[in-house]
């Protein structure tokens, strides 16, 4: 269950927003200040915050820049009725992940919620899986190389090669690496996933004597370094 820090001054709006959360088996912890969010925060983990700018006590951009001064990196989604693109602007310059104006739909801030948890998820343990077969893939350079040969990976194949490594030795629906690499429902009668799968095997396996990227019969891909005959 993915825990929400709503920070909302609003009891309508926060009620709102804490009901249909819950409806949607999201564990919701709801205050009203800036500085409460701030110890809040740094006494419990979060999956997400949703945060208002105009609080009683701070701004929910002083909010964001101190979480981040503090090195703390949970998503945080602003949620204000202030819309300009100036307003916009200093909430992502502040830390914010993300920004929806008031009013909003539900639906859309849920779409919201979701993608930012898939980033999330996307990006955590990448260090624990860097290298496996060969691949060794360079986070703060941005580049994968196979048994020392550079890759020359484009970004979008790169952060498909970093979710196979993740993942690695799983079976991955085409559904699994559209949402995770496009952080969206790609549709899935068009071959896009197909496609970069073949991109990503041109290069990292064409030339090398063992191949990694295998397709599993009705599921989808997998990197592994060997594969059972049955899933070919």
């Given at each position: 269950?993915?825990k929400?820090?709503l920070?909302?001054?609003d009891?309508?709006?926060?009620?709102f927003?804490?009901?249909?959360l819950?409806?949607?088996?999201?564990?919701?912890?709801?205050?009203?200040?800036?500085?409460?969010?701030?110890?809040?925060?740094?006494?419990?983990d979060?999956?997400?915050?949703?945060?208002?700018?105009?609080?009683?006590?701070?701004t929910g951009?002083?909010?964001?820049e101190?979480?981040?001064?503090?090195?703390?990196?949970?998503?945080i989604?602003?949620?204000s009725?202030?819309d300009?693109?100036?307003?916009k602007?200093?909430?992502?310059?502040?830390g914010?992940?993300d920004?929806l104006a008031?009013?909003f739909?539900?639906e859309e801030?849920?779409?919201?919620?979701n993608?930012?948890l898939?980033?999330?998820e996307?990006?955590?343990?990448?260090?624990d899986?860097?290298?496996?077969?060969?691949?060794?893939?360079?986070?703060?350079?941005?580049?994968a190389t196979?048994?020392?040969?550079?890759?020359?990976l484009s970004?979008?194949?790169?952060?498909?090669?970093?979710?196979f490594?993740k993942?690695?030795?799983k079976?991955?629906?085409?559904i699994a690496?559209?949402?995770?690499?496009?952080n969206?429902?790609?549709?899935?009668?068009?071959n896009?996933v197909?496609?970069y799968?073949?991109?990503?095997?041109?290069?990292?396996?064409?030339?090398?004597?063992?191949?990694?990227?295998?397709?599993?019969?009705?599921?989808?891909?997998?990197?592994?370094?060997k594969?059972?005959?049955?899933?070919e």
């Amino acid at each position: 269950m993915n825990k929400v820090l709503l920070v909302e001054d609003d009891p309508r709006v926060a009620s709102f927003i804490l009901r249909g959360l819950e409806e949607h088996l999201y564990k919701v912890k709801a205050v009203s200040k800036g500085f409460e969010a701030i110890n809040t925060v740094i006494e419990n983990d979060f999956d997400i915050i949703i945060l208002d700018i105009m609080l009683p006590d701070i701004t929910g951009f002083e909010v964001c820049e101190i979480l981040r001064k503090r090195k703390i990196t949970v998503p945080i989604l602003i949620l204000s009725a202030l819309d300009t693109p100036h307003e916009k602007v200093k909430g992502l310059q502040s830390g914010a992940d993300d920004y929806l104006a008031k009013p909003f739909l539900f639906e859309e801030l849920l779409a919201r919620i979701n993608a930012q948890l898939r980033r999330a998820e996307f990006s955590s343990g990448i260090l624990d899986f860097q290298s496996y077969a060969g691949i060794e893939i360079n986070m703060k350079e941005q580049n994968a190389t196979r048994d020392g040969k550079e890759l020359n990976l484009s970004s979008r194949e790169l952060k498909l090669l970093i979710f196979f490594m993740k993942n690695r030795e799983k079976a991955l629906s085409r559904i699994a690496i559209a949402e995770a690499v496009w952080n969206l429902d790609l549709d899935m009668n068009t071959n896009t996933v197909d496609v970069y799968i073949n991109y990503l095997r041109n290069k990292v396996d064409k030339n090398f004597s063992e191949p990694l990227i295998h397709t599993v019969k009705g599921t989808g891909y997998m990197l592994k370094k060997k594969v059972h005959e049955s899933q070919e």
